[in-house]
């Protein structure tokens, strides 16, 4: 339960800036006290299955994804992955007067 605990506080944070919301912000959606929302990103206390939800909501993601393995780090690895695929298929597509010569 510890990895999926550290995974679950990583990505509340990371999602909660991806959504440029501060604590404070979060903490009024979720109708909860900015200590909370604090003490949960701390590693200090882990939140109810409701607050989870409230969490998820606010955030605009599934409940799922708060507990997936790095997702900042996914996000990267997946965009670094596909951005020379797509580089070389626009390339392709649309190629540059360089390559027209």
């Known amino acids: 339960m ?22 404070l912000e979060l903490s009024g959606i979720c109708d909860c006290g900015k200590s909370t929302i604090s003490g949960i990103e701390a590693r200090k206390h882990f939140p109810s299955f409701d607050l989870i939800l409230k969490i998820a909501y606010a955030l605009e993601i599934h409940p799922a994804d708060l507990f997936l393995r790095n997702a900042s780090s996914q996000r990267a690895q997946v965009r670094d992955f596909f951005e020379k695929d797509i580089m070389d298929l626009v390339e392709k597509r649309f190629p540059t007067a360089q390559n027209e010569e």
């Open 2 to 23: 510890k990895d999926y605990a550290n995974d679950f506080f990583d990505n509340m944070i990371y999602y909660r800036t991806q959504k440029g919301l501060s604590q």
